[in-house]
């Protein structure tokens, strides 16, 4: 019974270069759920995706961030040029349908920590 | 003003002791309301959902005063594996708002 999977766990980039965080739902979940902790803080929401449709990305940086949730395959976190400050743990979170028993629960995956030098 | 608040903490206690969190929300349209835990460099997991009527799960009780926009969670006979961050979590039109989490080390 798989949960959320992350990968890679742990990712280092230098500044400028790219990072691709990868995140598969439970199976049978349609709904996945990209959110953010700074080291020392809370977590933030950042985007909420359908498949193959963003449905809230209200918490995402204009620019650099971008997400997907293709019909196909995992969900991608992608940041372009990254700076210091993106240094953080990237979390992902799937939830089943509306109606199904669980459904306002989000199911959290291990996280990817983002290490920027 | 915070989405949702909580006392940062650390709570220290001993084992056996009873202690109490409380968390208050600023959005009245806040829909479902849950306390998540968090150890260290790991992901949150569900403790338990929080309703109006107060709910109970073993040594773990939650409430909810809609009016007050306050949640509570205490915990009886804590535990050393007690010991992790509490995040008091409200869910506001399908994506959650973590508070920042409140600190609890229970010591032998």
């Known amino acids: 019974n798989a949960g959320v999977m992350q990968n890679p766990r742990h990712l280092v980039r230098r500044r400028g270069q790219e990072a691709r965080l990868r995140c598969s739902p439970v199976?049978?979940?349609?709904?996945v759920y990209w959110y953010r902790q700074l080291p020392e803080e809370g977590l933030k929401f950042m985007v909420y995706?359908?498949?193959?449709?963003?449905?809230?990305e209200s918490g995402m940086p204009k620019e650099r961030f971008s997400a997907e949730f293709p019909k196909e395959g995992p969900s991608i976190l992608r940041i372009q040029q990254v700076v210091r400050g993106d240094s953080a743990a990237y979390f992902c979170?799937?939830?089943?349908?509306?109606?199904?028993?669980?459904?306002?629960?989000?199911?959290f995956g291990p996280g990817t920590r983002l290490t920027v030098l | 003003r915070k989405e949702v608040e909580q006392d940062p903490g650390p709570f220290n206690v001993p084992e056996g002791a009873t202690v109490a969190f409380n968390c208050t929300y600023s959005?009245?349209?806040?829909?479902?309301f849950f306390w998540y835990r968090q150890d260290c460099r790991k992901e949150p997991k569900l403790l338990m959902s929080?309703?109006?009527s107060g709910n109970e799960d073993g040594r773990f009780t939650a409430q909810l005063n809609r009016a007050s926009q306050y949640i509570s969670l205490l915990i009886r006979d804590s535990k050393l594996s007690d010991s992790a961050t509490y995040l008091c979590?409200?869910?506001?039109?399908?994506?959650?708002?973590f508070g920042a989490g409140t600190r609890l080390a229970v010591h032998p």
């Open positions: 979170a799937s939830s089943p349908e509306i109606g199904q028993s669980s459904y306002n629960e989000q199911f």
């Open positions: 995706l359908q498949k193959e449709n963003i449905i809230d």
């Open positions: 959005n009245s349209a806040s829909q479902s």
């Open positions: 979590v409200v869910n506001a039109i399908s994506k959650l708002i």
């Open positions: 929080v309703y109006s």
């Open positions: 199976k049978g979940h349609s709904h």
